[in-house]
């Protein structure tokens, strides 16, 4: 968010038509980006004998999260009861009661007054989205009912406090008693700079990455990785899939000024130069690298920048962003390699785009901000905050994830049996396909069918492991 957000008494005593109307649409478009956007995104980049499984777990995210973020998580995350700069908390909001009929988000009178419960709104679709994106780094391999218990609970100990930290009020955010106040000090209750994140680089995007980071290795490869190839089945999946992320990013930026106004136009600008350019950018190291521009490398860049441009939409220039939006581009795209390099299987590159593309945003905030930052001569304290917020986040996130993995790892176990993994996942964990390749009769298409219906594995299993 812009600012730390809080009830004030002093708010003019009307509603903002407007502003409410515009952050319950933004709600709707950031809910568009979990269910279809990333389903299908995640879905299409999966093997065919896994889709139903991949795309189960965005929406199984959704229910438990929105629920479980109804009953505590706000008032964890935007409580007024601060906890040791960690939470609020959890019981003061429980099941969102005491909410303040008016809400003012910029702290002065007359502007930005929506209901508490269209902030609610707003916030419960960050909460599903960032755990829903944790789930491509374990594709193809966990427990569907193990995934279900791990949300809530990664929830609880991981997002919603390191929501309060940046947003709420905590130890990441901009007061007098945060990192950024201790090291570079405060004034009035106020770190003199504060950290910059938008929209959610370290809440969403660092914290996803992290997380998909130390489940992979606690989960384990897949059966055949760095063997056999384990491609996209289904590349058009991708590119809607993608294409809806993109729209339903700019309710994600946007909308994170909880008022349509200056800033939130150049926010829709940013976030669209910025994510072209790390297409473009993505684009170039394939071409160069591997001799083809491809349509999977298009879409993954397109995420790369959003989650690039996500901290810092609000404090760069557009030609800012595009230089943001590139360098994303060409980072994430090496990044995804290294799982190759250092042997852990992120099935479909969360760490490369998310945590990568999201630590570039956060640091690149402090590099690119026109107030403050250096390349602008304000000189290095806002690149250092940037920095060690990130840090923070990374730390917090990696051991939180380990301790909670490894405690299910024990108690109910992550992997799948492997030869329901090599047969597929869909079949054992929901008693259903995606696509039924075989007609009665062995044809496909009635009587004007073409030749006799080959196996499932000989036209989807593209990556060879039977």
């Known amino acids: 968010m812009s600012t730390t957000l809080a009830p004030m008494a002093e708010a003019a005593e009307t509603l903002d038509y407007a502003s409410t109307g515009f952050v319950i649409l933004c ?83 007359g502007y930005g007054n929506i209901p508490e419960l269209a902030f609610v709104g707003f916030q419960l679709t960050f909460a599903v989205i960032t755990v829903a994106l944790i789930s491509g780094a374990i594709a193809d391999r966990v427990k569907f009912s193990t995934w279900l218990v791990f949300a809530p609970i990664w929830a609880t100990l991981v997002y919603f406090p390191i929501a309060h930290m940046v947003w709420g009020g905590g130890i990441l955010g901009g007061a007098g008693e945060s990192i950024s106040g201790w090291v570079l000090g405060s004034t009035d209750g106020e770190a003199n700079v504060a950290p910059i994140d938008f929209a959610g680089g370290t809440v969403v995007h ?8 130390v489940l992979a290795l606690v989960v384990g ?14 590349v058009p999946l991708v590119m809607i899939g993608a294409g809806l992320l993109w729209f339903g990013w700019f309710g994600f930026n946007a909308g994170s000024e909880l008022a349509a106004d200056e800033t939130t136009a150049l926010v829709w600008v940013n976030t669209t130069v910025a994510t072209a350019a790390a297409m473009l950018g ?11 521009a491809t349509s999977v490398g298009a879409a993954s860049g397109v995420v790369a ?15 800012g962003s595009i230089a943001l939006g590139v360098f994303a581009g060409v ?78 790892k024990v108690t ?54 039977k």
């Open 206 to 213: 660092i914290n996803a990455g992290m997380a998909g980071l």
């Open 221 to 234: 490869s897949r059966v055949g990785f760095k063997k056999v190839p384990m491609r996209p089945h289904n």
């Open 331 to 408: 980072f994430a795209a090496l990044a995804v390699g290294l799982k190759y390099k250092f042997g852990y299987d992120d099935s479909l590159d969360v760490v490369g785009v998310h945590l990568v593309a999201g630590l570039w945003g956060t640091i690149g905030a402090g590099l690119l901000a026109t107030d403050g930052g250096l390349f602008y001569g304000g000189g290095v304290d806002q690149t250092v905050v940037q920095i060690l917020v990130a840090l923070a986040t990374v730390l917090f996130t990696g051991v939180m994830t380990l301790v909670i993995g490894m405690a299910l």
């Open 27 to 109: 709600a709707s478009l950031v809910l568009l980006m979990t269910t279809p956007g990333l389903a299908l995104f995640y879905g299409g980049l999966t093997r065919a004998k896994s889709i139903l499984n991949m795309m189960m777990m965005s929406f199984g995210a959704m229910g438990i999260i929105a629920v479980v973020y109804v009953l505590w998580g706000y008032s964890m995350s935007f409580g007024t009861q601060n906890v040791a700069g960690l939470f609020a908390n959890p019981f003061e909001k429980f099941g969102l009661a005491n909410m303040e009929p008016l809400y003012n988000s910029f702290g002065y009178e």
């Open 412 to 465: 109910m176990g992550w992997r799948i049996p492997e030869d329901v993994e090599v047969a597929g996942i869909d079949q054992a964990e929901h008693a259903e396909s995606a696509y039924e390749l075989t007609a009665r009769g062995g044809r496909i298409g009635g009587a004007a069918g073409t030749a006799g219906a080959r196996a499932p594995e000989d036209t989807h299993d593209l990556e060879g492991a």
């Open 305 to 319: 920048g959003l989650v690039a441009i996500t901290p810092a939409c609000g404090n760069l220039s557009p030609v």
């Open 282 to 292: 993505w684009l170039l190291v394939e071409k160069v690298r591997d001799g083809h």
